[in-house]
């Protein structure tokens, strides 16, 4: 591979920060439903709020991801993969390994688990269960892995392949979720095979899940130009399809607790991002929130708050657990349920203190370099 360099400075594009800071503010959500859904008269509509609604947010991540990537890649130069792996690897990987780190020792002394030996510390960073949250950078390191074979793919993409990368998805991924073969094969190995806990985990470190997502991020950056005039145009359909596809998430999850009879914990089981409709909810939510971050007349204090959610929202996303750790032992010793009320409060609370965190971590980072470094990838601009 050639060592030039071969990323372009491009304009800046608002919707790319703003998406991310909208994604964060759903992945908060979705665990903060999975606080107040043991409560056993917890609501359903809130649920459905926390943990339907929001179910586009991790998969829209490599949406923006891959976006950005091909947004700032130069198609027409070699690409210097070297150059690449380092600059995503900073950006990435010595995150993900620090902060991987520090939630294993911080539960090894909260709840008394001991420090793993070091296969059990090797298996914890390949499969990304230090924390239940850090699968995602994983499945990026994947895709940033395989970014050789990514480039040729999207230069040759069509509409038409699109399309039918788009049916491959949804067939792999009910294969992957729904399968019942396949998953009584997976749960029947015996808890020594080897093979088991990479079939167990397979969420957590398969980019296969979320190809298509990545691929329309990429496919899209590079005509950006008939994406923009394509938004401009479709101001009616990108929002409807953006409802019917929500409408079509909420639907299964209510048709499942009513028509079969499941808890609420089955039911955002069973109604997530790789069910079918899941998938196209993604794909609905990346182009209605682009188009509207891109047209759409917002006040000054809008791009504010969206630009604020969206600088800290890498830092917030990595850090929120032990928010949500700390408010639910409060709410534990103070003998509290956490009601619907409570559940909102929560929410309202555990984002705050996330970004504002975030924010304090960000400006001592511009002081002493290593925290930005070690903790979101950012190094020091070169003068």
Known sequence: MSTTSNAVKKPRLNAIEYIRGISMMGVIGIHVGSQYVENAFANQQLIALF???????????FFISAFGLFYNLDMSRP????????????????????????????????????????LHLLSLLFFGNAKYHLYFLVILIWFYLAMPLWIPIVKRMTGQALFLLLLAQIAFDYWSSYSVPFNLFVYGLPDTSILKPF???RLNYWPFHYIFIFLLGGYLAVHIQAFREFLKRRTILIPAFFVVTLSAMLLHYYAVIYRDGYTLLEAIN???????EGILYTAAASLFFFQIFTYAPLSKGTHWLLHELG??????????????????LLLQHSGHVMTA?????????????SVCIAAVFRHLGTHLSWINKLTIGVYPRRS
């Open 270 to 276: 069973t109604v997530h991002q790789l069910a079918p």
């Open 51 to 61: 943990e339907v609604v929001s179910r586009f947010s991790v998969p829209i991540f």
């Open 79 to 118: 690409f210097s993969y070297r150059d690449f792996l380092r600059r995503r690897f900073r950006a990435v990987l010595i995150p993900y390994i620090v902060w991987s780190l520090a939630y294993i020792l911080h539960d090894s002394i909260l709840f008394h688990t001991g420090v793993p030996d070091i």
């Open 199 to 201: 079939l167990m985990y």
């Open 311 to 328: 600088l800290h929202s890498y830092f917030a996303y990595l850090f929120h657990p032990f928010v949500i750790t700390y408010l639910a």
């Open 341 to 353: 009320p409570l559940a909102i409060a929560f929410y309202l609370v555990t984002l705050l203190l």
